[in-house]
């Protein structure tokens, strides 16, 4: 049981923290709080059981394909509602909220209300101290782990990243220094979109495909966003992980923990806040972002 939730924990959590790094950038840099993001997530999934089961579509092309048409899905989407309001956050927030509905409608109107399964990527199972674990969970550990590791990289260590900082630290200032600002929203929309679409890719064969399956991991993102800290990454990264174990801790280890994960989540976020309002790596000053 211990290893299964080790692994399990790590898969929940790896996704939940490629989920609000996303989730938190582009808020970090251009204010804007997409409750659609998850939706993303969703419509990647999707994609690829449609281009896999009824296109017979090779997978790594049906993989790549989704997660760019998810992509694109995102940059239309700000360029058409969110680039036109991004000054207000509450109208940012209603009209992302009713696009991830929109597309739940589609989803639903076109697929039905069933769930389906994606077949693996990785077949076969590795025994680890007693514990059949399949290699679509450690393809998916992994996987996470190096999109986390490339967007650090990305951010830290390129041209495009220290503009990215420096529109989050200061848009005027940025766009004095010559940096267009509107460009980077339009990229870092586009960043963010993607790793929803990953994220997708990754957990489509692991968790079942259904167009209500944006609902809960924004719940558990937005909770580990702010328990991480706003405008932390490395905060959003740690807050998924602790929420990811906290759902697989409860889920094996309590009788019906698979109703009781999310309340639990959200339990020990409201706690963490009630200690420390600004979350565990949170700043204190709005202006200090990333």
Same mark, same amino acid.
């Given at each position: &049981?211990?290893?299964?939730?080790?692994?399990?924990?790590?898969?929940?959590?790896?996704?939940?923290?490629?989920?609000?790094?996303?989730?938190?950038?582009?808020?970090?840099?251009?204010?804007?709080?997409?409750?659609?993001?998850?939706?993303?997530?969703?419509?990647?999934?999707?994609?690829?059981?449609?281009?896999?089961?009824?296109?017979?579509?090779?997978?790594?092309?049906?993989?790549?394909?989704?997660?760019?048409?998810?992509?694109?899905?995102?940059?239309?989407?700000?360029?058409?509602?969110?680039?036109?309001?991004?000054?207000?956050?509450?109208?940012?927030?209603?009209?992302?909220?009713?696009?991830?509905?929109?597309?739940?409608?589609?989803?639903?109107?076109?697929?039905?209300?069933?769930?389906?399964?994606?077949?693996?990527?990785?077949?076969?199972?590795?025994?680890?101290?007693?514990?059949?674990?399949?290699?679509?969970?450690?393809?998916?550990?992994?996987?996470?782990?190096?999109?986390?590791?490339?967007?650090?990289?990305?951010?830290?260590?390129?041209?495009?990243?220290?503009?990215?900082?420096?529109?989050?630290?200061?848009?005027?200032?940025?766009?004095? &220094?010559?940096?267009?600002?509107?460009?980077?929203?339009?990229?870092?929309?586009?960043?963010?979109?993607?790793?929803?679409?990953?994220?997708?890719?990754?957990?489509?064969?692991?968790?079942?495909?259904?167009?209500? &399956?944006?609902?809960?991991?924004?719940?558990?993102?937005?909770?580990?966003?702010?328990?991480?800290?706003?405008?932390?990454?490395?905060?959003?990264?740690?807050?998924?992980?602790?929420?990811?174990?906290?759902?697989?801790?409860?889920?094996?280890?309590?009788?019906?923990?698979?109703?009781?994960?999310?309340?639990?989540?959200?339990?020990? &976020?409201?706690?963490?806040?009630?200690?420390?309002?600004?979350?565990?790596?949170?700043?204190?000053?709005?202006?200090?972002?990333?």
């Amino acid at each position: &049981m211990f290893v299964n939730i080790l692994v399990n924990g790590l898969v929940a959590g790896g996704v939940y923290a490629v989920l609000a790094v996303g989730f938190s950038l582009i808020f970090g840099v251009a204010g804007i709080l997409n409750m659609a993001h998850t939706a993303f997530y969703m419509i990647t999934a999707f994609f690829i059981l449609y281009a896999t089961t009824a296109l017979s579509i090779p997978l790594p092309v049906a993989l790549l394909g989704a997660i760019i048409i998810a992509t694109l899905l995102g940059i239309l989407s700000y360029k058409l509602l969110f680039d036109r309001i991004k000054q207000h956050q509450t109208a940012v927030m209603i009209i992302s909220v009713a696009l991830a509905m929109l597309f739940q409608e589609i989803l639903l109107l076109i697929f039905g209300g069933h769930y389906r399964g994606v077949p693996p990527f990785a077949t076969g199972f590795i025994d680890i101290l007693g514990s059949r674990i399949s290699y679509q969970h450690i393809f998916a550990i992994f996987t996470s782990a190096l999109i986390l590791l490339g967007l650090w990289m990305l951010l830290s260590k390129t041209r495009l990243g220290n503009a990215i900082r420096a529109v989050a630290q200061d848009r005027a200032i940025a766009n004095l &220094m010559g940096i267009n600002v509107n460009r980077i929203f339009t990229i870092v929309m586009a960043i963010s979109v993607s790793l929803a679409g990953l994220a997708g890719a990754v957990v489509a064969p692991i968790y079942m495909v259904g167009p209500l &399956m944006w609902i809960q991991p924004l719940t558990i993102i937005l909770a580990a966003v702010v328990l991480g800290g706003l405008g932390s990454i490395g905060g959003c990264v740690a807050g998924a992980l602790i929420l990811g174990y906290t759902e697989t801790i409860v889920t094996f280890l309590v009788p019906g923990g698979g109703f009781l994960r999310g309340a639990v989540s959200l339990s020990i &976020m409201v706690l963490v806040l009630l200690i420390k309002p600004e979350g565990l790596f949170g700043v204190v000053f709005e202006e200090e972002r990333l």
